[in-house]
């Protein structure tokens, strides 16, 4: 409730987001669950095999980055970009991803979504069309759990 209500006021301008830049910072293995990530700049940060299960990391710039293998569950990561970052074997079950983006980045790489999972996840249509247009998705994720 504590992160719903701080969501919707720096959403609405009421509070402004701290300035978190964690830019080239190594969080590889670390159990981030329930951690307020909210506006952060994520370029290239790694975070391999981390547990960011119920985080809050809406509004995150993460361009480039290694994100491997992360358990995103239950995450809010509304209005996020992940353009070109490592997102393989990355779970999204439950998680909140309104208005998020996984695309190209400068360079044109695709964010990688081989081996990720969307169970539960919440997308608009807007969304589900621009998810399904990344060509790293697996077959059964495109078509089984987004139906792309």
């Excluded at 990391?57 to 996020?80: L, P």
Aim: include cysteine.
């Amino acid at each position: 409730e504590v992160r719903a209500q701080f969501s919707q006021e720096v959403g609405q301008g009421a509070v402004s987001e701290a300035a978190l830049d964690l830019t080239g910072c190594d969080y590889s293995g670390k159990d981030l669950s329930g951690a307020v990530l909210s506006g952060a700049d994520m370029a290239r940060a790694r975070f391999p095999g981390a547990v960011l299960r119920g985080a809050e990391v809406s509004r995150t710039r993460a361009e480039a980055a290694d994100f491997s293998g992360v358990d995103f569950s239950s995450a809010n990561m509304y209005s996020s970009s992940w353009a070109g970052a490592k997102l393989r074997d990355a779970e999204f079950d439950n998680a909140i991803l309104t208005n998020a983006t996984f695309g190209k980045d400068r360079e044109g790489n695709w964010a990688d979504l081989k081996g990720a999972h969307f169970e539960g996840a919440l997308l608009s249509q807007s969304d589900l069309r621009r998810l399904c247009a990344n060509p790293t998705l697996d077959q059964d994720t495109r078509l089984y759990e987004l139906g792309c």
